[in-house]
């Protein structure tokens, strides 16, 4: 196991132990939850992902450090949108979609603002870094 895969798994463990007290935030950002059904294992995946609040709605950001493919994250939600987070002691479900191209011109400016890797990130790929809408139902 990678040593990425190792820390998001004990930071999941941390997080969901704490309500999020301790794993919520991380160098300044909020951290949510996020799971996702594997496409080929069928198992639940947990991502810990910083997230950007949008009224009512909660945005991630595919940017995958700026790598050529998708996180495996947002390619299991295009497989099965309907999904759970948790944000701190909150867990609920919600639906998850690729921000429309309207959504995503406004939001990046704020995304970049939020977090200044995600430009360096867009970047580094040819690919567009999907901007996420999760929506609690």
């Not at 300044?28 to 609040?53: A, C, D, I, M």
């Not at 595919?62 to 309907?82: K, T, V």
């Not at 990130?121 to 996420?132: A, D, L, W």
Request: glycine share 8%; aromatic share 10%.
């Amino acid at each position: 196991m990678a040593n990425w895969q190792w820390f998001g798994k004990l930071h999941t463990r941390v997080y969901r132990a704490t309500g999020g007290i301790v794993g919520g935030k991380l160098p300044g950002l909020p951290v949510l939850l996020l799971e996702s059904l594997g496409r080929k294992s069928g198992e639940v995946r947990t991502s810990p992902l910083p997230y950007y609040q949008d009224d009512q709605r909660y945005v991630v950001v595919g940017s995958n450090n700026g790598l050529p493919r998708d996180p495996h994250w947002w390619l299991n939600l295009c497989e099965q949108s309907s999904t759970h987070i948790q944000v701190m002691g909150d867990r609920f479900a919600a639906h998850a979609r690729l921000a429309s191209k309207e959504e995503r011109e406004r939001l990046w400016p704020a995304l970049v603002e939020f977090n200044p890797p995600f430009a360096k990130y867009q970047q580094q790929t040819e690919r567009e870094i999907p901007v996420v809408i999760l929506e609690r139902v």
